[in-house]
């Protein structure tokens, strides 16, 4: 998978892979392995995904959308988009879009109220045998801060450092 995601980079975007970007797939193939020749046993270890993070310009974006098109059983969205998907599919008891998919991949991740805090939460809740691949400019750490509703917040913070692997990019 690296190897097809590093082409894909070169080839298709005419960019030379940084040190950090092909850090960052090698990490990726390996947790992509794991799971594809041990799912219980990735599971298990609450691994839900992949959390990339750094800042602006590190190559975030550039690299699960070429993951995107190198797997063909994956979904890519916006962050907004994805929540405003998560809104409108929100009655429905099954969403064949997401069912469908053995990857989700949303950029740009970026919580800015409680209602958006609690729909991706509960998404989260519900994902059954899926790999969920976000982006975000900040740390699991800062996501979102509601003094109001604190506890809410530190218990989505934990469940992100929990079950998702941390990827820092730098550029």
């Known amino acids: 998978i690296s190897i097809k995601i590093l082409d894909y980079l070169i080839n298709e975007n005419n960019i030379k892979p940084n040190v950090c970007q092909?850090?960052?797939v090698?990490?990726?193939?390996?947790?992509?392995?794991?799971?594809?020749?041990?799912?219980l046993r990735f599971l298990s270890n609450k691994i839900l995904g992949i959390y990339?993070?750094?800042?602006?310009?590190?190559g975030k974006s550039i690299l699960i959308k070429a993951i995107h098109m190198i797997i063909n059983n994956s979904?890519?969205?916006h962050f907004s988009d994805f929540i405003f998907h998560l809104q409108s599919?929100?009655?429905l008891k099954k969403d064949k879009l997401i069912a469908s998919k053995y990857i989700?991949?949303?950029?740009?991740?970026?919580?800015n109220n409680l209602t958006n805090l609690i729909l991706f939460k509960n998404f989260l809740n519900s994902l059954s045998n899926k790999i969920i691949i976000l982006?975000?400019?900040k740390k699991p750490s800062e996501i979102y801060q509601d003094s109001i509703n604190k506890d809410l917040c530190e218990d989505f913070k934990?469940?992100?450092l929990k079950n998702f692997y941390e990827i820092r990019m730098t550029s």
């Open 22 to 24: 092909v850090k960052a």
């Open 26 to 39: 090698k990490e990726i193939e390996k947790l992509l392995s794991s799971y594809r020749f041990n799912p």
């Open 52 to 58: 990339i993070h750094g800042s602006v310009g590190t």
């Open 75 to 77: 979904e890519i969205f």
């Open 89 to 91: 599919k929100q009655k």
């Open 104 to 111: 989700i991949l949303v950029d740009e991740f970026f919580i």
């Open 135 to 137: 982006t975000s400019n």
């Open 158 to 160: 934990n469940q992100i």
